[in-house]
Antibody
């Protein structure tokens, strides 16, 4: 069973930078697509970014494009989110998540691209 | 971007009730929809994926249905531990998008 543990959150001034980490343990996550999802205080869930299993393909929400960079080091079972030019509106709990379950249809196996396992979250506060 | 709209935003119900939450999409995407449950201070938990497949370990009183632009999450008989906030999510295309959430409260 995969477990995810985030770290790196904290208080940062507007315009500052922060790097979040997400370490996976249990079954290897190197074959999994990995994502970051955030939740501002009292608000709903917002997808932030996704990286392919090998790290070569990335996707970003418009709100963070050009400021955030997702990456992974599979040798360390670690996912990263490099956050630059932080804004007050980036204040949120940041969760990492991996793929949903595998399932079979018509004799073919698929991996659901839902978010099957989540970390406990790390809080990022952007304030002066 | 695909907009996901949940209804209702808040739902009051009693233990033992059957409840249904609806999620409507701004464009059709077949079955690539998930439902999550979130309790205060906790990470979300996957309940349903591919619109109707039950995640392992999730009680069978939870079920999902729908395709295209309209999806539903049904809880057949509410238990005390089911009072939480529920989110739908499309993962058909980037940006992945979530509904705004439905808070299920005790009546």
């Amino acid at each position: 069973e995969v477990q995810l543990v985030e770290s790196g959150g904290g208080l940062v001034q507007p315009g500052g930078s922060l790097r979040l980490s997400c370490v996976s343990s249990g079954l290897t996550s190197s074959n999994s697509v990995m994502s970051w999802v955030r939740q501002a205080p009292g608000k709903g869930l917002e997808w932030v970014s996704t990286v392919s299993d090998g790290g070569s393909s990335t996707h970003y929400a418009d709100a963070v494009k050009g400021r955030f960079t997702i990456s992974r080091d599979n040798s360390k079972n670690t996912l990263y989110l490099h956050m630059n030019s932080l804004r007050v509106e980036d204040t949120a709990v940041y969760y990492c998540a991996n793929d949903g379950p595998q399932y079979s249809e018509g004799g073919v196996y698929y991996t659901s691209r839902s978010f099957g396992v989540w970390g406990q979250g790390t809080m990022v506060t952007v304030s002066s | 971007d695909i907009q996901m709209t949940q209804s209702p935003s808040t739902l009051s119900a009693s233990v033992g009730d059957r409840v249904t939450i609806t999620c409507r999409a701004s464009q059709s995407f077949s079955f690539w929809l998930a439902w999550y449950q979130q309790k205060p201070g906790k990470a979300p938990n996957l309940l349903i994926y591919r619109a109707s497949r039950l995640q392992s370990g999730v009680p069978s009183r939870f079920s999902g249905s729908g395709s295209g632009t309209e999806f539903t999450l049904t809880i057949s008989s509410l238990q005390p531990e089911d009072f939480a906030t529920y989110y739908c999510q499309q993962y058909y295309i980037y940006p992945n998008t979530f509904g705004q959430g439905t808070k299920l409260e005790i009546k």
